[in-house]
């Protein structure tokens, strides 16, 4: 099999050919048709504690990393039920499992991580979906409850990146009222998606948000450094939730003492994945891609990816 790997965290990634793993029982064989990018993915190369954790527990041999795929089943192990061979399908792979990335042209998971995907559904869409999708899922319904009630008002912050894009229209659809902080350049794609634009390049974004509050949801896909959750949690209801998408060591003490902040982990699942490629297949769901490249560009995408600039998402082709 290709994968992309380098040798250290600061060499450029390369594709380089080495064994495949075994289709074991209850594994599942994939030809990797398109892969979505992640922050985390260069994150991972660079150590903290997700690529610590990789290390440690994760399958030996070259790191590859990457997590999105969608592509075909080619292979199906002892005691699969779920899936055959020939089924379109979109997951994530998840290193705790032993398994490699999927910046490869195949990957090896376990039926629960893949959805399935019906005929009309591009794989490079479906490669949009697993890790931002899962976690504006999961930051709308087990944090917020947005799905459960009518008219909530969420406030997203990063509305114009992977997370920020699915958190905006997910929670229009499920009949939230949407503030979006984005910059300008950004404004048209994040306001015709339903929400209420607040750029963030021509003023104080958090006190125009204020103004616009209070908020069931605040989804902080940016981080606290820029919109600090001390800042963030007077603009809720007495029962809003703060959903801290991304973590630093200062939102430590919030997340253990407070109880209005919250954190999740968009680790794709089929149960989170399903309702995903359903409102996809309807087309209530876009997949704005922002650039496709080639695997062996693996090394471009993560640049980008790095700048903190991307609107929508980067899929690469293997
Ligand atoms: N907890 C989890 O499981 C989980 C899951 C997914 C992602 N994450 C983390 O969440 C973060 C976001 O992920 P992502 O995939 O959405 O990233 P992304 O797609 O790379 O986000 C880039 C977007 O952020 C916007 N942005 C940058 N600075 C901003 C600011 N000050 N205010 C508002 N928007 C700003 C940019 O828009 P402009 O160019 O207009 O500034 C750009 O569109 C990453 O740190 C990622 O690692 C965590």
């Not at 890790?131 to 912050?157: C, F, K």
């Not at 229209?169 to 209420?196: P, T």
């Not at 006190?207 to 069931?216: F, L, N, T, V």
């Not at 902040?261 to 297949?281: D, F, K, N, S």
């Amino acid at each position: 099999m290709i994968v992309a790997t380098s040798n250290s965290s600061s060499a450029p990634l390369r594709l380089v050919e080495v064994p495949s793993l075994p289709c074991g029982a209850g594994d599942v064989r994939v030809r990797v048709r398109a892969i979505g990018v992640n922050p985390v993915d260069w994150k991972m190369r660079e150590g903290g504690p997700l690529g610590t954790a990789q290390r440690i527990i994760g399958p030996r041999g070259p790191l590859v990393v990457g997590i999105d795929f969608a592509g075909e089943v080619v292979e199906v192990g002892a005691g699969v039920t779920e899936l055959a061979v020939g089924a379109r399908v979109v997951g994530g792979t998840d290193f705790s499992r032993g398994q490699r990335g999927s910046y490869a042209d195949e990957v090896v998971v376990r039926p629960d991580q893949c959805a399935r995907l019906p005929e009309g559904v591009s794989f490079d869409d479906a490669a949009c979906l697993p890790v931002a999708g899962v976690t504006a899922w999961r930051a709308l319904t087990d944090v917020g409850g947005i799905n459960t009630r009518r008219d909530a008002r969420v406030l997203v912050l990063g509305a114009s990146g992977g997370v920020g894009l699915f958190a905006v229209q997910l929670a229009r659809a499920m009949g939230g009222a949407v503030v979006g902080v984005c910059s300008g350049r950004n404004a048209a794609l994040v306001a015709r998606l339903g929400a209420a634009v607040i750029d963030y390049t021509a003023g104080d974004a958090l006190a125009e948000a204020r103004a616009a509050g209070p908020y069931e949801l605040i989804i902080n896909a940016v981080s606290s450094e820029t919109y600090p959750a001390k800042d963030c949690r007077p603009m809720l209801t007495p029962t809003g939730m703060l959903d801290l998408v991304v973590v630093s060591p200062v939102d430590y003490p919030s997340l253990v003492f407070n109880r209005q902040t919250r954190t999740i982990l968009g680790r794709p699942t089929r149960q989170h994945l399903e309702p995903l490629v359903a409102a996809l297949a309807k087309g209530g769901l876009e997949t704005p891609i922002e650039t496709r490249l080639p695997l062996a560009e693996a090394e471009a995408a993560h640049g980008r990816s790095r700048a903190g600039k991307v609107v929508g998402k980067l899929i690469l082709h293997p």
